[in-house]
């Protein structure tokens, strides 16, 4: 559904009248009209969060679902997140890192550190070959 069709129906659905919404969200009547009517089809971020303040919706209410997930899609999709990226959540989540800026950086070092290591033990059993180039090596550009 477009940005407009979506806006429109919201309106219509709460009795609305263009002026109203127009000034609830601090945006000229001519500039809504055109954005509903599909003239001006892409609406700026700070236009579409007004409008979805003023209808008291969240912004991802007007984006295409085939397009870009919900963020409910998004948080089911985490459940299958790459072991690397849940490893290093807990170590975060158990070293309190994410108020500590000094804990942060220390994790995060000892995180790289290990994948590094783990990178290069498998360019090795790869016959020393990596995606930066056939002898681990960056490519000559």
């Given amino acids: ?7 429109r129906q919201l309106r219509e659905e709460r009795g609305l009248t263009l002026a109203e919404v127009a000034d609830a969200a601090g945006i ?4 809504l009209s055109a954005i509903e009517n599909g003239t001006r089809p892409n609406p ?3 236009v579409v969060a007004k409008l979805a303040r003023t209808y008291g919706v969240p912004i991802d209410s007007f984006l295409d679902p085939d397009v870009f997930p919900s963020h409910h899609d998004v948080e089911d999709a985490g459940a299958s997140l790459d072991v690397s990226y849940a490893e290093m959540a807990k170590r975060l ?3 309190d890192a994410l108020a500590n800026p000094a804990a942060l950086l ?3 070092a000892a995180y790289l550190r290990e994948r590094e290591q783990q990178y290069h033990s498998h360019a090795s059993e790869d016959g020393g ?3 930066s180039g056939e002898d681990g090596q960056r490519p000559d550009r």
Avoid: D, N, P, T
């Fill in 1 to 7: 559904m477009q940005i407009g069709r979506r806006l």
């Fill in 28 to 31: 000229s009547i001519s500039h």
């Fill in 44 to 46: 700026s971020f700070l």
């Fill in 93 to 95: 989540a158990e070293a």
């Fill in 106 to 108: 220390e994790v995060l």
């Fill in 129 to 131: 070959k990596s995606a």
